[in-house]
């Protein structure tokens, strides 16, 4: 039985780490490349917004580098379109890129590394090639087990098709 009980930790083991990786879509580096996207253009949408506020103040206009988009009135019909207010771009033309990255860059270099698309492949090949092993030991020793007079209940999520070989 302590045979069944090892290898049923090293299943779970190995199931774990196949849930983390298949839900960690992006490993830290893409993470990097989506906000230095993302940076590069709120930063231009800033500038021309505070651009144009600046034409529209020259012009004898309000000064508004602020857009609200969105349905201000939603007391008169609730659920019409939802308020938005973004303040990414303005707040990138005000403090700079680098300023920004660099308070993101603490938050990036917490996330767990993650792997690459190719490595990511690799690693859940082998994490079922590993399952699929484990799973055969597992059924064979509690057929042993069986064979010798003990009742050993399956893991409910065995799969069938190697319990019936």
Known sequence: ?????QL????????????TILRQGRNREEVRGCIDAWLSAAE??????????????????AFTPCHVHGNAAVFEAPGAAPL???????LLAILGKSAVKKALSG??????????????????K?????????EVAEEAAIVDAELAGESVLR??????????A
């Open 44 to 61: 231009q949408q800033g500038r021309d917004a505070l651009q144009i506020a600046c034409e529209r103040a020259l012009a004898g206009q």
């Open 8 to 19: 049923r930790v090293q299943i779970a083991g190995l199931k774990a780490e196949r849930l």
């Open 107 to 124: 938050m990036v270099d917490a996330l767990p590394e993650g792997l690459s698309p190719q490595d990511k492949v690799k690693r859940l």
């Open 126 to 134: 082998t994490i079922e090639d590993e399952l699929y092993s484990l």
């Open 155 to 164: 893991r409910p999520d065995a799969r069938p098709e190697i319990i019936l």
């Open 1 to 5: 039985m302590e045979k069944i009980n």
């Open 84 to 90: 938005s207010l973004d303040m990414g771009p303005l």
